[in-house]
């Protein structure tokens, strides 16, 4: 489905009402990856403009904003055909790990513009290489620390809701870690790193992925402490 075809107008007493039911699912049911991704939009549109401005200001991502890629298997297979050493062979082997996919992520359904709805679709599709740019797993500590960072990049509420529903999920140990050495990083992370947004990651998966989280200002996440 292509993003034109996804969208759904609505009304703003109807992006309320999907917003506080996404909002209310999402704690009831923090797996439904569509009620998120339903609250994310709904409560996004200010964000996801800043970013778009973002976006045309800079050369990658005005170049973004023209071609629209696509994190799909069609445009990034490639990936796993390239050198161990590389970036797209690190996000391959990330997803494959995992038995993830690239086409499993839901279409964004409740931006007003194709643009917005575009930034939105992006926002959604690079989640997985910053979590291979970041070392993140994609465990509950791994996917709330990589959410301060969306937050740092893109100040949108629904990350922010996550982390918290996030910490009230974790036990003990889980919560003091997370406290004590995942968020200070994660804050440190998302504002020393390049506009992350901005960058047209497809273009360089050939390149060392040592070399890319240099030149974006990466800081990998802290090594599970013992």
Not at 72 to 100: C, I
Not at 117 to 138: I, K, M, N, Q
Not at 147 to 158: A, G
Not at 200 to 216: A, G, I, N, P, T
Request: aromatic residues 10%.
């Amino acid at each position: 489905m292509t993003i034109e075809r996804a969208r759904v107008p609505l009304s703003r007493w109807q992006q309320a009402a999907v917003a506080m039911g996404s909002a209310v699912g999402a704690l009831v049911n923090p797996r439904r990856a569509d009620l998120i991704a339903a609250l994310g939009e709904t409560t996004g549109k200010p964000a996801f403009e800043m970013v778009l401005e973002r976006m045309k200001k800079s050369p990658e991502g005005r170049a973004i904003m023209l071609e629209r890629p696509r994190v799909v298997s069609e445009q990034v297979g490639h990936a796993w055909d390239l050198p161990d050493n590389t970036f797209g062979a690190a996000y391959a082997k990330f997803m494959g790990s995992r038995n993830f996919s690239p086409d499993d992520r839901p279409p964004v359904r409740f931006m007003e513009t194709d643009e917005l709805a575009y930034v939105a679709t992006r926002a959604r599709e690079v989640h997985d290489l910053w979590h291979t740019l970041f070392g993140l797993p994609t465990n509950l500590i791994g996917e709330s620390a990589l959410k301060v960072i969306e937050f740092e990049q893109m100040y949108l509420p629904m990350c922010m809701l996550s982390v918290i529903g996030g910490t009230v999920r974790f036990n003990e140990k889980q919560r003091w870690m997370f406290l004590r050495h995942y968020l200070p990083w994660a804050v440190r992370a998302g504002r020393q790193c390049t506009d992350l947004m901005c960058v047209y990651y497809e273009r360089h998966f050939s390149e060392d992925l040592e070399q890319v989280r240099r030149k974006w200002g990466i800081i990998p996440a802290p090594q599970h402490p013992k």
